[in-house]
């Protein structure tokens, strides 16, 4: 199992980014899909998650109606669109997937290596 993530970097307050996570090594379409983040100093939040087929999303309250999580299948690829970054979105996001394909978002089975945001004015 991989997970890559890509897409990071320093965006100001206000920004916009689009993390990628490229999956290989197992049957993508067929495990929940999340992403997760950890500030600088604290522990791991969960911040978003998708069912297989991609047309059940949910969300983080401290991200609802800013960030966007979809999936293509057929690039076994897991996408996150953030809008409206803030300070407190700073963080290594990491790409995760459920632990089989019976679970529901959780527990996580693998996680990549994580991809920084840092946002900052």
């Known amino acids: 199992v991989q997970l890559v993530e890509s897409g990071g970097g320093m965006v100001q307050p206000g920004g916009s980014l689009r993390l990628s996570c490229s999956a290989s090594?197992?049957?993508?379409?067929?495990?929940?899909m999340s992403w997760v983040r950890q500030a600088p100093g604290k522990g791991p939040e969960w911040v978003s998650g998708?069912?297989?087929?991609?047309?059940?999303?949910y969300y983080a309250d401290s991200v609802k109606g800013r960030f966007t999580i979809s999936r293509d299948n057929a690039k076994n690829m897991l996408y996150l669109e953030m809008n409206s970054l803030t300070l407190e979105d700073t963080g290594l996001y990491y790409c995760?997937?459920?632990?089989?394909?019976?679970?529901?978002?959780?527990?996580?089975?693998?996680w990549g290596q994580g991809t920084q945001v840092a946002v900052s004015s």
């Open positions: 090594g197992f049957t993508f379409g067929s495990y929940d």
């Open positions: 998708l069912n297989p087929g991609g047309m059940h999303t």
């Open positions: 995760a997937r459920a632990l089989d394909t019976t679970a529901v978002i959780i527990p996580f089975g693998a």
